[in-house]
Protein backbone atom coordinates (compact mmCIF):
# COMPACT_ATOMS: atom_id res chain seq x y z
CA UNK A 1 0.00 0.00 0.00
CA UNK A 2 1.33 3.47 -0.83
CA UNK A 3 2.05 6.29 1.96
CA UNK A 4 -0.73 8.55 -0.21
CA UNK A 5 -3.06 6.25 0.47
CA UNK A 6 -2.03 4.69 3.64
CA UNK A 7 -2.96 8.71 4.90
CA UNK A 8 -5.00 11.46 4.67
CA UNK A 9 -8.58 9.66 4.13
CA UNK A 10 -10.74 9.35 0.64
CA UNK A 11 -9.94 6.24 -1.64
CA UNK A 12 -6.38 5.04 -2.32
CA UNK A 13 -6.82 5.05 -5.81
CA UNK A 14 -8.10 8.45 -5.99
CA UNK A 15 -5.97 10.27 -3.81
CA UNK A 16 -2.67 8.35 -5.43
CA UNK A 17 -4.44 9.78 -8.78
CA UNK A 18 -4.55 13.15 -7.73
CA UNK A 19 -0.87 13.01 -6.09
CA UNK A 20 0.39 11.73 -9.13
CA UNK A 21 -1.50 15.04 -11.24
CA UNK A 22 0.35 17.48 -8.61
CA UNK A 23 3.64 15.92 -9.42
CA UNK A 24 3.02 17.99 -13.22
CA UNK A 25 2.57 21.01 -12.09
CA UNK A 26 4.98 21.06 -9.04
CA UNK A 27 7.74 20.54 -11.89
CA UNK A 28 6.17 22.46 -15.21
CA UNK A 29 5.77 25.78 -12.82
CA UNK A 30 9.37 26.90 -11.86
CA UNK A 31 9.97 25.86 -15.34
CA UNK A 32 8.03 28.59 -16.80
CA UNK A 33 7.86 31.13 -14.52
CA UNK A 34 10.67 33.86 -14.59
CA UNK A 35 12.68 33.63 -11.58
CA UNK A 36 16.04 35.65 -12.60
CA UNK A 37 15.27 38.74 -10.75
CA UNK A 38 13.73 36.63 -7.76
CA UNK A 39 15.44 37.70 -4.47
CA UNK A 40 14.33 34.38 -3.05
CA UNK A 41 14.09 32.08 -6.41
CA UNK A 42 11.15 31.04 -6.24
CA UNK A 43 10.33 30.40 -2.46
CA UNK A 44 7.09 32.72 -1.69
CA UNK A 45 7.74 34.73 1.18
CA UNK A 46 4.50 35.84 2.60
CA UNK A 47 6.36 38.59 4.90
CA UNK A 48 8.19 39.95 2.13
CA UNK A 49 6.75 43.55 0.13
CA UNK A 50 8.20 42.00 -3.20
CA UNK A 51 6.56 38.28 -3.24
CA UNK A 52 3.41 40.37 -2.40
CA UNK A 53 3.34 42.29 -5.31
CA UNK A 54 5.25 40.15 -7.57
CA UNK A 55 3.49 38.87 -11.11
CA UNK A 56 4.50 35.30 -10.27
CA UNK A 57 2.29 35.52 -6.15
CA UNK A 58 0.34 33.11 -7.34
CA UNK A 59 2.21 30.00 -8.53
CA UNK A 60 5.42 30.86 -5.86
CA UNK A 61 2.11 29.94 -3.25
CA UNK A 62 1.43 27.35 -4.50
CA UNK A 63 4.77 25.51 -4.70
CA UNK A 64 5.69 26.90 -1.22
CA UNK A 65 2.35 25.06 -0.12
CA UNK A 66 2.78 21.96 -2.29
CA UNK A 67 6.35 21.43 -2.71
CA UNK A 68 6.82 18.70 -0.32
CA UNK A 69 5.62 15.04 -1.65
CA UNK A 70 4.98 13.67 1.83
CA UNK A 71 3.11 16.75 3.15
CA UNK A 72 0.92 16.27 -0.04
CA UNK A 73 0.49 12.29 0.95
CA UNK A 74 -0.65 13.99 4.35
CA UNK A 75 -3.67 16.08 3.28
CA UNK A 76 -7.02 15.19 2.99
CA UNK A 77 -8.73 14.57 -0.49
CA UNK A 78 -10.46 17.64 -0.80
CA UNK A 79 -8.01 19.47 0.41
CA UNK A 80 -6.08 18.13 -2.51
CA UNK A 81 -8.43 18.01 -4.52
CA UNK A 82 -8.52 22.46 -4.58
CA UNK A 83 -4.52 21.94 -4.73
CA UNK A 84 -5.50 20.54 -8.24
CA UNK A 85 -8.14 22.71 -9.08
CA UNK A 86 -5.66 25.82 -8.16
CA UNK A 87 -2.97 24.40 -9.81
CA UNK A 88 -4.86 23.89 -13.31
CA UNK A 89 -5.85 27.58 -13.37
CA UNK A 90 -2.61 28.44 -12.81
CA UNK A 91 -1.16 26.47 -15.84
CA UNK A 92 -4.26 27.05 -17.94
CA UNK A 93 -3.26 30.87 -17.76
CA UNK A 94 0.03 30.40 -18.80
CA UNK A 95 -1.29 27.79 -21.90
CA UNK A 96 -1.20 29.74 -25.37
CA UNK A 97 -4.50 28.70 -27.29
CA UNK A 98 -2.09 29.47 -30.66
CA UNK A 99 -0.18 26.82 -30.62
CA UNK A 100 -2.02 24.42 -27.88
CA UNK A 101 -5.31 23.40 -29.83
CA UNK A 102 -8.25 21.79 -29.06
CA UNK A 103 -6.78 18.05 -30.04
CA UNK A 104 -2.84 19.30 -29.07
CA UNK A 105 -1.14 15.53 -27.42
CA UNK A 106 1.92 17.15 -25.81
CA UNK A 107 2.27 16.85 -22.41
CA UNK A 108 0.81 20.02 -20.98
CA UNK A 109 -2.62 19.65 -22.88
CA UNK A 110 -3.11 16.05 -21.80
CA UNK A 111 -2.79 16.84 -18.12
CA UNK A 112 -5.20 19.94 -18.15
CA UNK A 113 -7.40 17.04 -19.69
CA UNK A 114 -6.43 14.21 -17.58
CA UNK A 115 -7.13 17.00 -14.59
CA UNK A 116 -10.46 18.26 -15.91
CA UNK A 117 -11.38 14.99 -15.95
CA UNK A 118 -10.60 14.00 -12.32
CA UNK A 119 -12.18 16.92 -11.40
CA UNK A 120 -15.17 16.84 -13.29
CA UNK A 121 -15.82 13.10 -11.79
CA UNK A 122 -15.67 14.32 -8.42
Not at 7 to 32: C, K, S, V, Y
Not at 78 to 85: D, F, G, I, M, V
Not at 101 to 116: G, K, M, V
Amino acid sequence: MSIASQQGGGTGAMRQNIIELLEFPRQWIPDHIELEMCPYSGLYNQTDHHCERCTYKSECHWLFNNGEFLELCKRPSPTLLASLELALWLIDVHRCYDTHTRHCSCDLCTWCQQTEKLLTAH
